[in-house]
């Protein structure tokens, strides 16, 4: 705590300690972050919490905010801090490291890793021919009572947003009413849905491909698997966690270094490839796990996730609309 | 043994270490009105609640209407007994409204008359509609009182009914109940202090001691022949004049009475009540008034005869002052003595 | 005979604290003030058809929740407290238990087991081949879920009540030839009403605050809407317009408690002191009343424990290591213990004030710290967040302010039952240790207070056990680093790996149950002046 | 105006539309010992509380000590009154043991000694460790009187401390009380419905009705000179005869007697006491014994004397038998009349 008086001014002097939040769970970051630790002897104190809990509390507390870094779990939460100019412009050298596309507009944010959107099936109730290409697809009939997905997630709400940019807000809607009327069912997070097919509660689900691996480091017999929507499929999507350094920060030096790091070699090849870890790596030219599409044949929208986050709330307000949020 | 309407054979009930009752025995007869006298905390309470049911006795055998209702084997929920109690402590529902409490006990038809009764019968008519809280302390015991009437049950077990209530309207409350209990035939067991009412209400007295029921005996009995010393005193103030009996009288320095139960030859001490001894004013008399206390329709004085003091009660017409000599005069035939 | 105490002003060694106590409370609600006021005003466009929908769902679940908590929680109470039930005490400590149950951990052992595809509907699958279980998704899920872990508001402090009832009350009306249901519903039930309105209450407004259960269970109330509205971030005002339409919702609970309360008065009228009520022997329906609280308890806590068990049970073969959090189990107890004394603290005074003051200002002193007890936690954490890193110095996200934060969102249960217990203490009390040259403080402390002792230990119980699994509040406030029970839960299910959640939430069971025991099982002698 | 101890000047307290105190007066000097009697009702026990501070006054000023505690723009609160008082309902701390009840109002160093003379005062030494429910009710009222007295207040406030407790301990207690209390010139008001009792311990006597004191007179004064029909009945029991004043004396069916104060001329009713009429067995006698009510130390007769019913008591040495004729002989120099 009280990190927030303190300042070593610019020089990321040994023995300074950064205060982080979070959205990412522990098992995920802390690995890299005490290895980040070892090597330049910047103590980190992070506090783990819910991106969109985290954004909020980072709003919140305006410019007394005792953060020096935000990693979140998604873009939207992301670009919530920095439309509200709580987060700094990164270096240049920074942002060069990620493509445009995985980076915010406004400079404020780099992306860490991604995810992609994936259908995910149960293995033992079907096989991956027997799955539609396309989302389209997934309005039949055959799939009716079949299908789960987390309406209230934010990763399914950043897909649906992505889904209006492209395909406008009218298809968009026909598609999510379409399959209200076959009867999908409502999960509060992806693991929910992939539980579910685990289960065969549901036999197909709307999720990111990472959750499967977790699933199969605590259920490696969980029958469940991953198939990718690739091409211009509306349904393709890659999504990012990221990055970024909190305005208020008296530590800016320490925290880029930080930053840096988690876009450095080590800390990619530890998203991406680790047990129980599969994101898509997205600096140092780390190569994803094998299996995986590689990101380009996932191209998607090639929209820009910054901008997902201002689409949000209309996003939202279609989803009630359609009955899916409340 | 079978006795009418209340039989209480060699109960006991301890507290802990404390034995409240013990092996007390009591019959009353079915409309008796018998009243508890005894010390606080000889066991009057603890005797009441054993009839009512709302303590086991440890040993012993509890009778209500020729119905065994405790015994080591049998055992009646106070529901069951039909007896109406009236607890030292009132215990109204505060939830209730004074005539929600009285009609408690009472059938739905009949209850709005019963529980007009029973309030009149106290003298809270027009209070129905206040709840206990706002009632002074004798009107909530009223209120306990009448609400053990109502159910009209066929014993009833009063506890000081009236400890908190002025003598006027107690006297008058007091008649009319008595009235109305023995018209029904209800039998009444009565705890009270004051040996007055108890004298003139009851058909019978308990004088109980340490959880035992010492003497049980009618009013005048009791008062005249107590079997102990200490009963003696209880019911009523006594000088006790050491004498000695010969033959079938006893000799005192007030002079030899006559004895009213024979006694064995020796030192005895002899009971005579103060209003038995008038005081005459008498500038030769062996007597000095030495204390005078007046208590309305009578005065109580304290006189040295001698070495001794004796108490006297004269009504308040017999004026003596205090400091007078006067000669003592004892209005006895036969008098009762205790080795 | 008992009538209120002197109307003496207040004094100012008791207005004080309480002022602050309700300052402190209300900080959630000024928040939301604050907020609504830079609201934009298309922000106030969510009170549309579909809200109110959304209002008439919450209230229906309320509705349910709270009678059917009631009915389960009376009859327990009184059984464990009154009769010669068998293991009188076990059960009076197992029956509180669930209350420490995270509701989204119930919710999901719940779905686990009763689920489609659950355990029950595997075994009776193979047995009968039974395909589908009745839905559970929705309201009965979530009026299940919800009763399971509020019940135990009405439960404590309706025993509670029970142990200091007078039984010199029973006794008359038993007396007056009423058989033993005929004396329950007509005398000791009224005499409950303070207790079972109070824990209604608490129910009435957790279930207006919870979250986890309604979005597991996806049933559409209030509060999932100002969650989704929270996170999308850019525009939050949504979500402070609905936090006040569920404060707004919250004054209809405390209008409806206080209707059920009445006016009459409750407090022994009688200069009995307290005696132990006599045990009603159950007689032949002894072994069905164990029945019938085995099978509550059966699922009330065996079922979530046991579906816990399974879960840990099942991370055996991966051999992974089963990790107690003992660290955790212990910043939890800590810091929830803490939580727990200062609250009741904290809440005597305005109760104090509001029974043994009445005054138009003291009630409602009482009634409006309960008005942001019904706000979703994460509303509750964030108005902390904001005034914590404005004016909290260097208290801010220490454990200090942890506690503070426990003690804002759980006060009410404090108020609520030692307000129920003092309502039956009779101001003679106080009076005669006035008359004895005692002030008004010391009267509190040494009269007012032992006598109310069950009712404190319930509210104490009711605030320790909540402050455990308090979740959004920790996850925000807590010193970094600070791990509890409940965040390690958190972590585990996040990622929906029950196997690492179950034994975290295991040992939040056992931590809290030698608590319970202290709190509400240890009452020997139930009733009478020097219990326990 | 000013006086000694207590002053109640115009106090007035309603509750609801219950006036149960009314514009009552009352001045008690320091050291006295004063009696309230009255109805069941009749606000004794809301006076007490109005001076103990446990209510405020809607109206008057109430001082103790020559310090104004209760006004319009006054108020000491019961702490700081110093007031010993004793509840109708005794109030005792249910959660503190005897002795913890006693010590309450008492500083430490003094406890441990104040609770033994407090509890050997009221005969319970050895109760210390008991705890309130283990207590009969009459031992629940004397801890109650201990914890009143052992802080030893200038002033203490007994409402009915006696009412449970049976007559021959609350004699001794009685007197060893009030001579203790004397010696330590305590200012005492006693609530009490036991007239003899008021009688004799009480240096004045005051009389409540309806929320108002109408007499407050030394005993035998208001025994004898009640200056209402009401009081005169209150007081004791008495025959009211109609007569008819004709100079200074008043002419009776019984005689013709001096008047104890001037009354106009005119029909009067005139009061006789019942020990103020003697009963001579006589058969030529106009009166005929309808009535006989045993009494312990004396008997009370009711007796038909042509359409007159007059009631008479008298030492129970002079005994008449029911049904027997009699001539009745006033013992009076003077009586008082009621218009
Ligand atoms: N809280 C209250 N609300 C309404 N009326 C009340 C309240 N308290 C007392 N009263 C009424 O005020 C009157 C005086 O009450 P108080 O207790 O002073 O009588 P009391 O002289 O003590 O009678 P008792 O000798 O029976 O104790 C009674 O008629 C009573 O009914
Ligand atoms: N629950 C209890 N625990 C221990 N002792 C008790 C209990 N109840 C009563 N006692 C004791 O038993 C004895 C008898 O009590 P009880 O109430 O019957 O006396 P009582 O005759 O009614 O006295 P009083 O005239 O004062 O009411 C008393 O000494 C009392 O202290
Ligand atoms: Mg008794
Ligand atoms: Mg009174």
């Known amino acids: 705590q009280a990190a927030s008086q303190v300042g070593t001014g610019g020089v990321a002097a040994h023995g300074t300690t950064l205060t982080v939040y979070s959205g990412r769970d522990e098992r995920f970051v802390k690995p890299i972050l005490d290895q980040f630790t070892q090597r330049t002897g910047i103590r980190l104190q992070v506090r783990y919490g819910d991106s969109a809990a985290l954004a909020a509390t980072l709003i919140e507390e305006g410019s007394r905010s005792p953060a020096d870094v935000f990693i979140a779990q998604d873009a939207g939460a992301l670009g919530a801090v920095a439309g509200r100019g709580r987060l700094a412009v990164l270096p240049q050298r920074t942002l060069q490291r990620v493509a445009p596309r995985f980076r915010a507009p406004g400079k404020r944010w780099v992306g860490v890793s991604g995810r992609a959107r994936v259908v995910a099936y149960n293995t033992e109730s079907l096989r991956a021919v027997e799955l539609p290409s396309s989302i389209w697809g997934y309005t039949h009939p055959r799939w009716k009572g079949k299908i789960g997905l987390p309406p209230t997630n934010a990763s399914f709400q950043a897909f649906v947003s992505a889904m209006r940019m492209r395909v406008g807000n009218d298809r968009t809607r026909d598609w999510l009413l379409a399959l209200k009327a076959n009867d999908v069912k409502f999960f509060p997070n992806n693991s929910g849905v992939l539980q579910a097919i685990a289960r065969r509660e549901v036999e197909v689900g709307f999720v990111n491909h990472y959750y499967l ?46 930053i840096d790091f988690l876009l450095g070699k080590d800390a990619q090849r530890f998203f991406s490839r680790s047990p129980g870890r599969a994101e898509y790596p997205l600096a140092a030219g780390v190569r994803p796990r094998t299996g995986l599409p590689a990101l380009s044949r996932i191209e998607g929208a090639r929209v820009n996730l910054g901008a997902l986050g201002v689409r949000l709330p209309s996003t939202l307000q279609l989803l009630n609309e359609v009955g899916y949020t409340r | 043994m079978s006795c009418g309407m209340i039989c209480v054979h060699g109960v006991s009930k301890a507290f802990g270490g404390v034995r409240a009752v013990d092996d007390a025995a009591l019959c009353v007869e079915r409309g008796e009105f018998v009243a508890l006298l005894g010390p606080s905390g000889c066991g009057k309470t603890t005797l009441l609640r054993l009839i009512a049911g709302f303590e086991r006795p440890d040993r012993g055998e509890i009778r209500v209407c020729e119905r065994t209702v405790a015994a080591p084997d049998a055992w009646v929920p106070p529901e069951a007994r039909w007896v109406g109690m009236v607890f030292q402590d ?199 008034v030495i204390g005078r206390e007046f208590r309305g329709h009578d005065v109580f004085y304290r006189v040295q005869a001698g070495d001794a003091v004796l108490v006297s009660q004269r009504p308040s017409t017999e004026q003596v002052a205090l400091g007078a000599r006067v000669s003592v005069r004892p209005h006895v035939e036969s008098v009762c003595a205790f080795a | 005979m008992s009538r209120p105490a002197a109307r003496g002003r207040a004094s100012l060694l008791l207005t004080a604290p309480a002022l602050l106590t309700a300052g402190a409370v209300l900080l959630p609600l000024a928040y939301l003030v604050v907020r609504s006021a830079t609201a934009g005003r298309d922000a106030w466009g969510v009170l549309d058809a579909a809200t109110g929908r959304l209002v008439l769902d919450t209230l229906l679940l309320v509705a349910i929740v709270v009678a059917v908590a009631a009915a389960v929680g009376v ?196 200069a009995s002191s307290a005696r132990r009520a006599a045990r009603v022997e159950l007689g032949r329906w002894r072994w069905p009343a164990v029945g019938a609280c085995s099978a509550l308890l059966a699922v009330f806590l065996l079922l979530p424990v046991s579906v816990l068990v399974y879960w840990t049970w099942q991370a055996v073969p991966l051999g992974r290591p089963i990790d107690v959090a003992w660290r955790a189990a212990f910043n939890s107890a800590l810091a929830a213990a803490l939580a727990a004394a200062v609250a009741v603290a904290a809440a005597l005074p305005v109760v104090y004030l509001a029974h043994h003051r009445p005054a138009w200002w003291t009630r409602l002193l009482e009634r409006a710290c309960f008005t942001a007890n019904a706000l979703p936690g994460i509303v509750v954490a964030l108005s902390l967040v904001f005034f ?145």
């Open chain 3, 75 to 270: 009859p327990l109470a009184w059984l464990v407290t009154r009769t010669d039930l068998p293991g009188r005490r076990v059960w009076a400590v197992a029956f509180a238990l669930p209350l420490v149950i995270p509701s989204y951990v119930a919710a999901l052992a719940l779905l686990g087991a009763l689920g489609p595809r659950g355990f029950l509907q595997e075994i009776l699958g193979r047995a009968f081949g039974v395909e589908r279980l009745p839905e559970i998704y929705g309201l009965p899920g979530s009026v299940l879920a919800l009763t399971l872990s509020t019940y135990p508001y009405v439960y404590l402090l309706v025993a509670a009540a029970l142990r200091d009832l007078d039984p010199a009350l029973e006794e008359a009306a038993r007396g007056l030839g009423r058989g033993g249901w005929h004396v329950f519903r007509s005398v000791t039930l009224p005499a409950l009403r303070p207790s079972i309105a109070a824990g209604g209450l608490l129910v009435g407004l957790y279930v207006l605050s919870d979250f986890g259960v309604v979005s597991l269970m996806q049933y559409p109330a209030l509060t999932r809407a100002i969650y989704l509205s929270y996170n999308a971030l850019f525009d939050r005002d949504p979500a402070v317009v609905l936090g006040l339409v569920l404060v707004a919702l919250t004054a209809l609970v405390l209008v409806a408690e206080s209707r059920f309360r009445r006016s009459a008065r409750y407090h022994r009228t009688t």
């Open chain 2, 90 to 288: 009132y215990a109204l529902f505060p939830h209730l409204s004074v005539a929600e409490n009285v009609g408690f006990g009472v059938a739905r038809k009949r209850r709005a008359q019963a529980v007009g009764e029973a309030l009149s019968l106290v003298g809270l008519d027009g209070y129905g509609a206040r709840y206990p809280h706002e009632l002074s302390g004798g009107q909530q015991q009223r209120v306990a009182l009448a609400r053990s009437l109502a159910p009209r049950p066929e014993l009833v077990l009063l506890d000081e009914p009236w400890s908190n209530i002025d003598p006027l309207l107690r006297g008058t409350m007091r008649d009319e109940l008595a009235e109305i209990l023995r018209a029904a035939d209800v039998t009444v067991m009565l705890v009270t202090h004051d040996r007055e009412e108890a004298f003139s209400l009851a058909d019978r007295v308990a004088l109980m001691l340490d959880g035992r029921v010492v003497q049980a005996a009618p009013p005048e009995e009791l008062y005249r022949l107590p079997s102990t010393r200490w009963a003696a005193e209880f019911v009523g103030a006594g000088n006790f004049l050491r004498g000695r009996v010969a033959g079938g009288a006893v000799e005192t320095t007030l002079g030899t009475f006559a004895l009213s139960a024979p006694a064995s030859a020796g030192e005895v001490d002899v009971l005579i009540r103060p209003e038995q001894l008038q005081l005459l004013p008498d500038d030769g008399g062996r007597a000095t």
């Open chain 3, 388 to 532: 914590g890193a404005r004016y909290g110095g260097v208290a801010y996200q220490t454990l200090a302010l942890l506690v503070f934060a426990y003690v804002v969102r759980f006060l009410p249960q404090a108020l609520a039952a030692s307000g129920a217990a003092l309502q039956t203490v009779n101001p003679r009390y106080e009076e005669a240790a006035r008359g004895l040259g005692r002030g008004p403080l010391t009267t509190l402390a040494l009269v007012t207070a032992p006598l109310v002792r069950s009712g404190l230990l319930a509210g104490a119980a009711l605030v320790f056990l909540s402050a455990l699994k308090e979740l959004p509040a920790t996850l925000l406030l807590r010193p970094i680093g600070f791990d509890t029970l409940a965040t390690e839960i958190w972590q585990a299910t996040a990622f929906a790996d029950f196997s690492a959640a179950a034994p975290s939430a295991l040992l939040l069971i056992a931590v809290s149950a030698p608590y319970v025991y202290l709190l509400v099982g240890r009452h020997g002698r139930l009733g009478g002046p020097s219990a326990g």
């Open chain 1, 213 to 258: 691996y977790q699933l199969k480091e605590s259920t490696p017999s969980a029958p469940v698997a991953n198939h990718f929507l690739t091409g211009p499929d509306p349904g393709a999507l890659i999504n990012v966690a990221g990055a970024g350094v909190v305005s208020s920060s008296k530590r800016k030096a320490a925290s880029v270094r930080l």
